[in-house]
């Protein structure tokens, strides 16, 4: 069955440390993977998306990807954080077989940051 | 920038009201859902719609029901709230592949 697991429930990182947030599917093809950032209180923030391509894919506020087919990962990078990138990060697989097409996404349960000053 | 919107942002009611989570969005996508989250937890998809006149109920079963009769509206009802309804429900839109757009939420809590 498809899946997605965050294997860290919280993570606490130093302001200006950088950060890896992990990722794991379980998929019969080649995904479509998406990060998504929650503020509280708030509706999702899509970060960034692989559809094909380059493994290593850029997004919004400093973040990276990289897709590792073989290790079925798409682990999330910031070099340098900031206090700001505190909240609730989400990692999502989408893709041909789900039942109803293209466009179901399964979430991961999350992975919430903290950031110490 | 993704025009998703949801009305009300939260809504306290007691047990056995009727309700109706309000969603608009101004992109024109076909495909829109309906997502319930619980505090720190992942989302469940509970309704979804790949256009008007279409509904179909997702993953995790709920009481809830939904219409799409303009392709910017995707109202959800619950014909008598309870507190096991108490949650943070999530709309979303898509046009291409599975990129979703979400709103803001709306924090129900039923007494």
């Known amino acids: 069955a498809q899946s997605v697991t965050q294997p860290d429930i919280h993570i606490t990182v130093s302001e200006g440390a950088s950060l890896e947030l992990r990722c794991n599917y379980s998929?019969?093809?080649?995904?479509?993977l998406f990060w998504y950032v929650q503020s509280p209180g708030q509706g999702l923030q899509l970060l960034l998306k692989?559809?094909?391509?380059?493994?290593l894919v850029q997004g919004i506020k400093g973040f990276e990807a990289e897709f590792k087919r073989s290790q079925s990962s798409f682990n999330l990078r910031k070099p340098s954080v900031h206090w700001s990138d505190a909240a609730e990060y989400f990692c999502?697989?989408?893709?041909?077989?789900?039942?109803?097409?293209?466009?179901?996404?399964?979430f991961g349960a999350g992975t919430r940051l903290a950031v110490h000053p | 920038e993704a025009d998703i919107y949801q009305t009300p942002r939260y809504l306290v009611i007691g047990t056995g009201k009727k309700i109706t989570l309000e969603c608009s969005q101004t992109?024109?996508?076909?495909?829109m859902y309906w997502y319930q989250q619980d505090p720190g937890m992942e989302l469940h998809l509970i309704h979804y719609s790949y256009g008007v006149n279409s509904t179909e109920k997702g993953d995790l079963s709920s009481e809830s029901t939904v219409s799409r009769i303009r392709t910017e509206h995707f109202p959800l009802t619950l014909e008598s709230a309870r507190p096991s309804h108490t949650s943070q429900y999530l709309c979303a839109s898509s046009d291409t592949y599975n990129e979703q757009f979400f709103g803001p939420g709306t924090r129900l809590t039923v007494l």
């Open positions: 999502a697989v989408g893709g041909p077989l789900f039942s109803g097409g293209y466009n179901k996404l399964i």
């Open positions: 992109m024109g996508h076909d495909k």
């Open positions: 998929y019969g093809a080649t995904p479509y």
């Open positions: 692989y559809f094909s391509g380059d493994t």
